[in-house]
């Protein structure tokens, strides 16, 4: 198992693309209308001007720098490599399966939800783990972060709006893109708003409770506590206990609530994702016309959760 002081050397020296730049910046947008004061107060704060202290600009960051020497270590974090068979409609997440090296998405939101409440550490160290937290909570929802079958979809050739591409592509960016210039004028803030206003007052508002919601899920850390399941809240506390130990023994601390969204989005592979016809353009038709409502909702879970993760840190609520 990775440990803690493992993780901590690593952003102390020092990322594969879910969503692409669009829809990370959407998930970005979305999560700032649900921030609590604290919490709202923490991310302006920390990101400034240089992110216009919002989410929605610093999302991408993590993919920008994952290039980098400096931060190659963090390329692994942004995806689980789920070993089940959804060609055979059999879909299912195991960290102990499926992040079995300890670098994974999981363990990264577990470590830099201990980071960003270690308050000693110092202001940049804070801001990247606020950095990467607002990317990886974007990546657990894209279906195709979160399974193994041909490198995530990275080895299927597709064909999206008339050109040769791969089906995790067509799902970061292609489908995105096509779907953001025909309804929403090519503006991520407008997306953003319209899927706000869907929480708020419209379609997603009577379903939006159970997006935050893991009492689905039993981890081995939840079995270890007496728990069928568990919430952020209990997460956030957990991860909190780790915040000042930095002996080499030390594990990061296994969280119920990204795996249960973890499943959530691998369940798309099984439906959706790998059925279609081969030579097929998934940007049009009937594939693209049943991934769309899809992505749209996967985005606004995630702008959700982030935002109630971030508040339960800060303000000891979920959503207000």
Known sequence: MLTTAIFCTCVLAGQAVAWGELGHETVGYVAMQFLAPNALAFVQSSLGATYNESLGPAAPWADTVREEKAYSWSAPLHFIDAEDEPLDGSCSVSQSRDCATGFCTLTAISNYTTRIQDTTLDDMQRQEALKFLDHFIGDIGQPLHVEALEVGGNDITTKCAGKKTNLHATWDTGMITQNLNALYGGSVTTWASTLVARIQSGEYQSEAASWISCSSVTSTQSSKRGLIGTTIEDDVALARKHAFRRSAQDTIPE??????????SNTFDCSIVFNFVNGTDLCTGSYFNAAIPIID?????????????????FDGVTIV
């Not at 969280?255 to 959530?264: H, I, R, S």
């Not at 985005?299 to 959760?305: C, D, E, S, V």
């Open 255 to 264: 969280l119920a609530c990204p795996l249960a969204w973890a499943q959530d």
């Open 297 to 313: 909702t996967q985005i606004a879970k995630q702008g959700y959760r982030l935002a109630a993760w971030l508040n339960v840190i």
